[in-house]
């Protein structure tokens, strides 16, 4: 079952990161992994995973629609090797928001707030403060 063993979910995890750090994905496992795979969670968890892919390929339109019509300013950061919510769909999202801030992060997946902690936390507090942050 997907995700119904730690070794799975271990590989899973790695995934999410441009270059896995075995202790990085070790703490990952010990705290998310029971939370994310017992009943009902479960269940919920894998919804969310395969409902959110499909709807960025099979509802794309609806959701950039929705998108445009918001007013206020939205912060979009995305790691460019991130293998879980690819760039193009992270390029049609800011392309939709009308009051976009796009940051990108080269070397990331899709931690970018774990792998580069200190970088989204700047743009974060300048975003948040109402200035740009530097890129």
């Known amino acids: 079952?997907?995700?119904?063993?730690?070794?799975?979910?271990?590989?899973?995890?790695?995934?999410?990161?441009?270059?896995?750090?075995?202790a990085e994905i070790d703490y990952h496992v010990r705290w998310a992994y029971d939370a994310r795979t017992a009943w009902p969670a479960r269940a919920a968890y894998l919804a969310t995973l395969r409902g959110t892919g499909r709807d960025l390929v099979e509802r794309g339109e609806v959701w950039r629609r929705v998108l445009r019509t918001l007013e206020?300013?939205?912060?979009?950061?995305?790691?460019?090797?991130?293998?879980?919510?690819?760039?193009?769909?992270?390029?049609?999202?800011?392309?939709a928001l009308p009051?976009?801030?796009?940051r990108w992060i080269d070397a990331c997946g899709h931690f970018p707030h774990?792998?580069?902690?200190?970088?989204?936390?700047?743009?974060?507090?300048?975003?948040?403060?109402?200035?740009?942050?530097?890129?």
């Open 99 to 102: 009051r976009r801030i796009a």
């Open 72 to 95: 206020h300013p939205a912060l979009v950061i995305h790691g460019r090797a991130d293998r879980i919510v690819l760039p193009r769909h992270g390029e049609a999202v800011m392309e």
């Open 1 to 22: 079952a997907l995700l119904g063993c730690a070794p799975v979910y271990r590989v899973a995890m790695a995934a999410c990161f441009h270059r896995p750090d075995p």
């Open 114 to 135: 774990i792998e580069h902690a200190g970088t989204v936390n700047e743009w974060l507090a300048a975003f948040l403060a109402g200035r740009p942050a530097a890129r």
